[in-house]
């Protein structure tokens, strides 16, 4: 099958301009996640869907932050505007329905905020 | 929320040699622990889960037990090898909540 697909791999932006992500998960996916990784560190959550409804939004800083999933597939994640703590990586993943088995991740957008 | 540490940061050992990874997790709750595998520039991926109904699991040259008393499982690689060099991290989740936790990674690198 195919796994999740996320655009760009890289992106250069400068401070307080604005950008954003893309991410196809596995079809049949229910639950999509949006993880920020930042260098050295492990994973950590920013939101999660639910088919097209927000289950956990509780660390996405949302002054800046912003993300959907309109029709219950794709995913969109933008930052507006950029500052330097958010170069990252951010990775997306989705999962089945069920009881969490099958988490696969992409492989990323690397943000550098300059 | 969960609180998931792991140890140690770093580990390097001889090709062929055992490794070794703990997990110590918070929240009672959680019920399923993976352990995951992340090479540079590419996503995390899963190499062996277990369930809280079961104290051990083995795949091959790795294996994962699980201490839910203690709050803590750990990952058990064997006859490691150059391949195996990467970041792992452990990210134990409860089933009901359906988002992963993962701790800060360990470095594992198996000189040849």
């Known amino acids: 099958e195919a796994g999740v697909a996320q655009s760009p791999r890289y992106k250069i932006i400068e401070k307080r301009q604005s950008v954003a992500f893309w991410c196809n998960p596995i079809?049949?996916?229910?639950?999509l996640y949006w993880y920020q990784q930042i260098l050295g560190q492990g994973p950590k959550l920013l939101i999660q869907?639910?088919?097209?409804?927000?289950?956990?939004d509780s660390q996405l800083p949302k002054d800046r932050f912003s993300a959907e999933r309109l029709k219950g597939v794709d995913s969109t994640l933008k930052i507006q505007p950029a500052k330097l703590e958010d170069s990252a990586v951010y990775l997306c993943?989705?999962?089945?329905?069920?009881?969490?088995?099958?988490?696969?991740f992409g492989s990323g957008t690397r943000l550098t905020v300059v | 929320g969960e609180n998931v540490e792991q140890h140690p940061s770093t580990l390097s050992v001889q090709e062929g040699d055992s490794a070794v990874i703990k997990c110590t997790y918070s929240?009672?709750?959680?019920?399923?622990f993976p352990w995951y595998k992340q090479e540079l520039g590419k996503g995390p991926q899963l190499i062996i889960d277990?369930?809280?109904?079961?104290g051990e699991k083995k795949d091959q040259r790795i294996a994962v037990t699980l201490n839910k008393t203690a709050k803590h499982f750990s990952l058990h690689i064997t006859e490691t090898q150059p391949e195996d060099s990467a970041v792992y991290f452990c990210?134990?989740?409860?089933?009901?909540?359906?988002?992963?936790?993962f701790g800060s990674g360990t470095r594992l690198q198996v000189q040849p």
């Open positions: 993943a989705s999962s089945p329905p069920g009881t969490g088995k099958g988490y696969t």
């Open positions: 079809s049949g996916h229910a639950t």
């Open positions: 869907f639910q088919n097209n409804g927000v289950v956990d």
């Open positions: 929240d009672s709750a959680s019920n399923y």
């Open positions: 277990i369930r809280s109904n079961v």
């Open positions: 990210a134990p989740m409860d089933t009901g909540r359906r988002a992963l936790t």
